[in-house]
């Protein structure tokens, strides 16, 4: 009789496997928009410890009077339509970015001009350019800061420093000071959510820090991160930058918050480190962490991430529910490297743990592998291909589409050219919609009742 029952859901059960397993590449670009690359907001001299790109002399800094609009490490959703972008760092490294401003800014998406525009912060309203109205800016005036920002100061840091002409050490702008604005030599801010009092949350890699603001942007609190698999002697995470030292370093640099979802019923965060701890002896796990927003504190729960062979880091995080979750993975390569580009989304369930706490994984877009039917970023292929080192944005737009933008890291380039990267939003289209947890749940059955009927059969010849 079970036998027989199996054979009625059989048909059933191919078809949703064959929906789990099927192929990326049937996933659809909808809309392509582009930022140019030298897109900027007014604001105080920024890059003046900054690296410079050869192939885009015309980009290389210092910019008089103003600051990149971009790249941008987080998204979300803004009034009318728009979104709000976080911007990272500033040019990449605590040394190199302490007049680079910590700021979020909105912006409109045009997807039938594939243009990007300025927007009002609090209204969504399109504006004619990057001004106080388009954005929030980070800062301290409540010193909630646990060490010496750059606003504390009379003249920048920086391991990269150089002096003005003359001689004379660069003084910090007045308007820094002022205001206690927070730069890229305070925090690498990568990644953010909302929650339902409508604080802020960043996710950061110097320390890494979780850091919470109230919706203008001033800092409420900045918390260590725990050390939860107690691996090694230091109690919190750290990494090299870290301006906190609680012990030995443990996590690469660069390897902080890039990821942070905010679970569906608005109750937790959930950290994702971009790196490796450098004292697991697994250094394809990734570790994701539990934050409780009532108590606002790290509540000890965790799972584990598992990168693909082909994969390095991790790009962003966004919730679908409470247990479900996409991620952006990727590896180096780009079009223009050796490294053959590795860029996919997962969907993960940390409702379906392994032995060794990792969440079920599956793949679900290919960004190298995307049809572009109607040559939406007009390269002559209908194959679109995403090849940029950082994509660090993510959002679910509906059941079956979603958001992806790039992290340019102006001037640089090497996504697509040596030239300065320009920041491409995307629209894709998945083949089928994501899939409700019953449906998912009868996926991972059905793919088990196939391996067991094959099993059974191979027994019985």
């Not at 709000?84 to 997807?111: E, H, I, K």
């Not at 660069?170 to 002022?178: E, H, L, M, P």
């Not at 927070?182 to 850091?211: I, K």
């Not at 995470?237 to 942070?260: D, H, I, K």
């Amino acid at each position: 009789m079970a036998d027989a029952c199996l054979s009625l859901r059989f048909p059933l059960l191919v078809i949703a496997a064959a929906v789990l397993a099927g192929p990326a590449a049937a996933n659809t670009l909808t809309g392509w928009a582009r930022m140019d690359a030298a897109t900027f907001s007014d604001g105080p001299t920024s890059g003046q410890f900054a690296f410079t790109n050869a192939s885009s002399p015309a980009n290389n800094p210092p910019y008089l009077n103003k600051q990149p609009v971009q790249g941008f490490s987080g998204v979300l959703r803004g009034a009318n339509g728009s979104f709000q972008m976080l911007v990272d760092n500033g040019f990449g490294a605590r040394g190199n970015s302490p007049d680079a401003l910590l700021r979020m800014v909105a912006v409109q998406v045009d997807w039938a001009a594939r243009s990007v525009s300025a927007a009002h912060f609090q209204t969504g309203a399109v504006l004619p350019g990057y001004t106080a109205a388009s954005r929030i800016t980070l800062n301290d005036a409540h010193r909630k800061m646990p060490f010496a920002i750059v606003a504390d100061g009379s003249n920048y840091p920086g391991l990269s420093a150089q002096p003005a002409p003359g001689g004379a050490a660069i003084a910090v702008d007045a308007a820094i000071q002022a205001g206690r604005l927070l730069t890229g030599a305070d925090l690498d801010l990568e990644s953010v959510q909302r929650d339902r009092q409508g604080n802020l949350w960043f996710g950061e890699e110097f320390g890494p820090f979780l850091v919470k603001t109230d919706a203008s942007g001033t800092v409420q609190k900045v918390i260590q991160t725990p050390n939860v698999l107690r691996l090694g002697s230091n109690p919190f995470v750290q990494s090299p930058s870290s301006p906190v030292n609680s012990g030995a370093v443990n996590l690469p640099g660069s390897g902080g918050f890039e990821g942070m979802a905010l679970n569906a019923s608005g109750t937790k965060l959930h950290t994702l480190l971009e790196r490796p701890l450098t004292t697991d002896t697994d250094q394809k796990r990734l570790l994701v962490q539990e934050f409780d927003l009532a108590t606002e504190t790290f509540n000890g729960n965790w799972f584990g991430y598992k990168l693909d062979p082909l994969g390095t880091n991790i790009g962003d995080m966004t919730a679908i529910d409470d247990s479900r979750f996409l991620v952006i993975e990727r590896n180096g390569g780009t079009a223009t490297s050796a490294l053959q580009p590795f860029k996919k989304i997962y969907l993960i369930d940390s409702s379906q743990k392994d032995a060794d706490g990792f969440a079920r994984k599956t793949e679900l877009v290919d960004l190298m592998n995307i049809a572009d039917p109607d040559d939406l970023n007009n390269d002559g292929s209908t194959i679109f291909t995403f090849p940029y080192v950082t994509i660090e944005n993510l959002l679910i737009l509906d059941n079956q589409t979603l958001l992806v933008v790039n992290d340019n890291n102006f001037p640089g380039g090497g996504g697509r050219a040596f030239t300065s990267d320009n920041t491409e939003f995307l629209k894709i289209s998945l083949t089928a919609p994501i899939p409700e947890p019953g449906t998912w749940a009868l996926m991972a059955a059905g793919l088990a009742a196939l391996g067991w009927r094959a099993r059974l059969v191979k027994r019985r010849a």
